[in-house]
């Protein structure tokens, strides 16, 4: 499935990722950002007891954030 034209992100199984941008500055904080939500997830996962963000709570956020 061709997903270039929606992604700037891909999780390679077996073999990391690769993360577009129109600059290679843009790509390298793709990557970034990747690094530090894997991070985040591993830890979260490591002291159990996951809550997941509610939905609703998630488009208020994306809201807030897009308005500041």
């Known amino acids: ?3 270039h034209g929606y ?3 891909f999780m390679l199984m077996n073999h990391g990722a690769v993360t577009l ?3 290679i500055d ?4 793709r990557m970034e950002l990747i690094e530090h939500i894997a991070k985040v997830t591993y830890i979260t ?3 159990g ?3 997941k963000i509610p939905s609703e709570a998630i488009l208020t956020l994306e809201t807030m954030a ?3």
């Not at 843009?26 to 904080?29: H, K, L, T």
Request: proline share 0%.
């Open 66 to 68: 897009r308005e500041w």
């Open 26 to 29: 843009e790509a390298f904080m």
């Open 7 to 9: 992604a700037q992100a």
């Open 45 to 47: 996962n490591a002291l």
């Open 1 to 3: 499935r061709d997903t």
């Open 21 to 23: 941008g129109r600059t």
């Open 49 to 51: 007891d996951v809550k």
